[in-house]
């Protein structure tokens, strides 16, 4: 062992996405189902990002989301990437919500655009689960 590096010292247990995510809950916040429906109808007042992959997508999602799915997130709110999406890189004083489909997936997005400087971001609580269990609309793509 290294004296140098005291981190060599102490085993390591590995993490699991659930560790992540656990991790990710305690650092964001949410946004009830109902609540982000009110919302909606002003669609100034927030921009909402499926986090899912196309063809969850392209099966329904949320009307007026756009998808941004996870694995592209960081390049997608990045203003000086190549791969920025603009809707998202110029929403950082606006509400953002990021939805997957049960919370997950989207709660690391959220935590992820928090640490990006965004300053409202909220993750769907349960996701689309949730919302078409409260009976709200899911659009597919045309």
Known sequence: MNDDN???DKPVMPMTIGDFVAHA???I???PAEELDNLLE???AVLVVDVREPAEFARGHIPGAILIP???LEGAACPTSPHRAEPLCS???RLVVVYCESGARSALAADT???MGFADVRNLAGGCVLW???GLPLVPDS
Request: hydrophobic share 20%; net charge negative; glycine share 8%.
């Open 113 to 115: 655009l928090q640490q």
């Open 42 to 44: 002003d669609n100034e």
């Open 132 to 134: 078409e269990a409260e």
């Open 6 to 8: 005291p981190i060599e």
């Open 91 to 93: 929403a950082h004083g």
């Open 29 to 31: 916040r949410e946004i």
């Open 25 to 27: 809950r305690r650092r």
């Open 70 to 72: 996870r694995g592209t």
